[in-house]
């Protein structure tokens, strides 16, 4: 089980699973937040707290963040029938993620 929480402690999330790979990507707000990506199924993620919900350009992605402390905390897609969203493996405890393989995506040339 992995859980991670925002600054404040007021949003929070856990995954039934294990951390194997994560990603990061270049595209504008991934860079700018500090987003490092573990994709999970939905129905294995619970999420927990106020969030405030950001939609850029294709508004295919919900992007979730603590409405107190503004950290961003997971997305989630638009169309409910794609099974995958993405956990920032930020907000796990410090060196939850240190060994982890890191993929590099290449979001800011789509």
Do not use: F
């Amino acid at each position: 089980m992995l859980e991670g929480s925002c600054d404040c402690g007021a949003v929070r999330y856990s995954v039934d699973g294990a951390l194997d790979e994560v990603t990061e990507c270049n595209c504008g707000i991934c860079r700018r937040s500090g987003g490092l990506w573990a994709y999970y199924s939905p129905t294995k993620v619970t999420m927990t707290g106020p969030t405030d919900i950001y939609m850029r350009g294709d508004r295919m992605l919900e992007m979730h963040h603590c409405k107190t402390c503004r950290c961003l905390m997971w997305w989630v897609p638009v169309d409910q029938s794609y099974d995958r969203m993405g956990v920032n493996a930020r907000m796990l405890p410090l060196g939850a993620w240190d060994e982890t393989p890191v993929r590099k995506s290449d979001g800011a040339s789509w």
